[in-house]
T-cell receptor
Framework: DTEVTQTPKHLVMGMTNKKSLKCEQHMGHRAMYWYKQKAKKPPELMFVYSYEKLSINESVPSRFSPECPNSSLLNLHLHALQPEDSALYLC?????????????FGNGTRLTVT | GQNIDQPTEMTATEGAIVQINCTYQ??????LFWYQQHAGEAPTFLSY????GLEEKGRFSSFLSRSKGYSYLLLKELQMKDSASYLC???????????FGKGTKLSVKP
């Protein structure tokens, strides 16, 4: 079982809805990540939080809004999404951002935008 | 810039050995990671190489040559459950985020 927990596992939302994806880890990791993965493509980085501060935003549209309430939690708020945003959204954590160690992924949220 | 190349697909027979190659061109290269991803599931960490040489973990081994920008993942005694995509990924400098290759889809046949 993964030590990074994501909820919900599946989400279907309309283009006018507001929803949130949640991620939690209790490994004491200080870096947390959001990746987006389309079918048959590799994961693509969206955001990085290091010590609860946003370190990287890979030019992600503002309809995606990350939040890191504390060192164990990471949220991704969704608003006015487009059908092309349908994908697997993966949360990951690592011991610290500059440490170069492995990322540990959650099982992801499969998002469908209708 | 950066570029990570690996074969798109490979097929191997149960019980055999397969080697999946990865070449990379990454400024400020720090380390090389291999992940396994079954369809519809999250990537699972397999191995991590920082220094040149071979890292062995049970049936899985990974090799790195920094001077050649080259790595491989070696899977021995293949099992049907090893059918999955194998992702090569690089980290750079002081950045912890990983840049992934496109993945190699391995099919293990009886």
């Amino acid at each position: 079982d993964t030590e990074v927990t994501q909820t919900p596992k599946h989400l279907v939302m309309g283009m006018t809805n507001k929803k949130s994806l949640k991620c939690e880890q209790h490994m004491g990791h200080r870096a947390m990540y959001w990746y987006k993965q389309k079918a048959k493509k590799p994961p693509e980085l969206m955001f990085v939080y290091s010590y609860e501060k946003l370190s990287i935003n890979e030019s992600v549209p503002s309809r995606f809004s990350p939040e890191c309430p504390n060192s164990s939690l990471l949220n991704l708020h969704l608003h006015a999404l487009q059908p092309e945003d349908s994908a697997l959204y993966l949360c990951a954590s690592s011991q610290d951002y500059a440490g170069g160690g492995p990322l540990h992924f959650g099982n992801g949220t499969r998002l469908t935008v209708t | 810039g950066q570029n990570i190349d690996q074969p798109t697909e490979m097929t191997a027979t149960e019980g055999a050995i397969v080697q999946i190659n990865c070449t990379y061109q990454t400024s400020g290269f720090n380390g090389l990671f291999w992940y396994q991803q079954h369809a519809g599931e999250a990537p699972t960490f397999l191995s991590y190489n920082v220094l040149d040489g071979l890292e062995e973990k049970g049936r899985f081994s990974s090799f790195l040559s920094r001077s050649k920008g080259y790595s491989y993942l070696l899977l021995k005694e293949l099992q049907m459950k090893d059918s999955a995509s194998y992702l090569c990924a690089c980290s750079r400098g002081s950045q912890g985020n990983l840049i992934f290759g496109k993945g190699t889809k391995l099919s293990v046949k009886p």
